[in-house]
């Protein structure tokens, strides 16, 4: 397919999930099977185009002040991937399977509109009535914050010390020209093209042999701050697939003895599977079974209860720009409650002195620091750890993790804009009474 026959099938299938209310991803499997003849990089290309109309879905309309699938191409190309006037009309020429020419009107709004007067909600690329919740905790910036939480995510490895460390994976990763993480010790970057391709990194020796897995430094960052040590008892209650299961088990080093379940066994399949390729000896899964407590017998003997709380996932819009155009007011409410929940359920858990790590990867303020300061209300025998405290385990990188990230007096949130980050919330609560 040509570059042009490619920006002709985007705008196809950006109708299609418009009109049909299909997910992105879905909308792209069927095209994908429809279109057979279409190789993997024409599907990577298409993939990368529609994925990043989603990223800019609401500022490339205002820009050509048109909200047709063709127009939020053209808008999106100019504001997203930088593309002039002249570029554009040579692939919009009205050939065979290209895009019929640029009107003159739409050469118009290329040349004399821009972004300026857009409210922050359009600027920023997300639903209105989100508006009031990120002013809550950003303010002016929420526009900025806004614009970065909808950029390309890059690939984020973290290196398992378990079996190996920074500089081996490092050459053994080379011809992905991947580079050291900012923040973390163990983290290693990929950047990711336009054309949606992912490098194959579930191919390489190292991910194959539990070397390396793929995690987003702020997810990194989070399990860094819970500080879990080796010979600890630690349950993380919200396991799921095992992202901060596997983290946590290499900051142990293979001592003490972490627990991992999560209230749903669906989300727990894949754990075995990455435990056992990282190495991890000292891991107890316990799926639960109909009503019963998998965590009946444990009473006040766990140092640390990671809670990975659910969310609205606001912090990871960047990897999923189709989500937050789906998102609506009452999963919101419904996350709350859900947090409420997971809290409750850390406290007959925690030993005195121990304590609970309550993440999101929101930056809803709701979900975060409002829900800390209810609990601590209800639990006056938790309190927040200080947060300058809690960044100590960052080492000589915590002056500059504290200029970087926000904080409130119930912890720290990491966003794509000031950490370069997924958005991950932390608060650190110990018991104290
Ligand atoms: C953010 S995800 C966990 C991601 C995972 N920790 C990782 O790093 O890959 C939140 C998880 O909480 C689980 N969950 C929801 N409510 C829960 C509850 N009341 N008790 C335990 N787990 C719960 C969900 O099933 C989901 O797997």
């Not at 003490?256 to 727990?268: E, P, V």
């Not at 121990?354 to 930056?363: D, N, P």
């Not at 979900?367 to 938790?382: I, L, S, T």
Request: some cysteine; proline content about 6%.
């Amino acid at each position: 397919m040509t570059p042009a026959a490619r920006l002709s099938a985007a705008i196809e299938l950006i109708d299609t999930i418009e009109k049909d209310r299909v997910p992105a991803a879905k909308a792209l499997k069927e095209w994908g099977t429809a279109h057979r003849y279409a190789g993997s990089g024409d599907r990577a290309a298409i993939a990368g185009l529609v994925w990043d109309v989603l990223r800019r879905y609401a500022s490339s309309a205002f820009l050509m002040d048109s909200d047709t699938a063709r127009a939020r191409l053209i808008g999106m190309l100019r504001l997203e991937r930088s593309m002039d006037t002249a570029t554009m009309a040579a692939m919009f020429d009205g050939s065979r399977f290209a895009p019929e020419p640029l009107t003159e009107a739409e050469e118009a709004a290329l040349s004399h509109r821009s972004l300026k007067d857009a409210p922050a909600a359009i600027a920023g690329d997300y639903p209105e009535w989100l508006d009031s919740h990120l002013a809550k905790v950003f303010g002016e910036d929420r526009a900025a914050e806004a614009i970065a939480m909808a950029s390309r995510a890059p690939l984020d490895l973290r290196v398992n010390t378990l079996k190996s460390n920074r500089d081996k994976v490092l050459k053994a990763l080379a011809h992905l020209h991947a580079k050291p993480t900012p923040w973390s010790p163990n983290g290693l970057r990929i950047a990711l093209s336009a054309d949606a391709r992912n490098p194959g990194i579930q191919a390489e020796e190292d991910f194959i042999k539990g070397a390396v897995e793929v995690q987003d430094e702020g997810s990194q960052l989070a399990a860094l701050l819970t500080a879990a040590k080796p010979g600890e008892q630690v349950i993380d209650l919200c396991a799921g697939a095992g992202g901060k299961t596997l983290a946590l088990a290499a900051m142990m080093q293979g001592k003490g003895r972490l627990i991992a379940t999560d209230s749903d066994k669906r989300q727990l399949v894949p754990i075995h599977e990455r435990l056992s390729r990282a190495g991890v000896h000292n891991a107890d899964v316990r799926t639960p079974k109909g009503d019963t407590d998998p965590l009946a017998d444990i009473s006040a003997t766990a140092d640390l209860v990671v809670l990975d709380a659910p969310c609205t996932g606001t912090g990871t819009w960047r990897r999923n720009p189709d989500a937050k155009w789906r998102m609506r007011p009452g999963a919101l409410e419904i996350r709350l409650k859900d947090q409420a929940e997971v809290l409750e359920r850390a406290v007959p858990l925690v030993k005195a002195g121990g304590r609970i790590a309550y993440i999101t990867c929101s930056v809803l303020p709701e979900e975060n620091g409002e829900q800390v300061r209810a609990f601590v209300a209800k639990h006056p025998e938790f309190a927040v750890v200080p947060p300058e405290q809690t960044a100590s385990v960052l080492w000589d990188k915590a002056d500059e993790f504290a200029e970087a990230a926000m904080q409130s007096p119930e912890g720290w949130l990491m966003t794509p804009r000031r950490t370069g980050t997924d958005g991950f919330f932390v608060s650190i609560l110990r018991r104290v009474g």
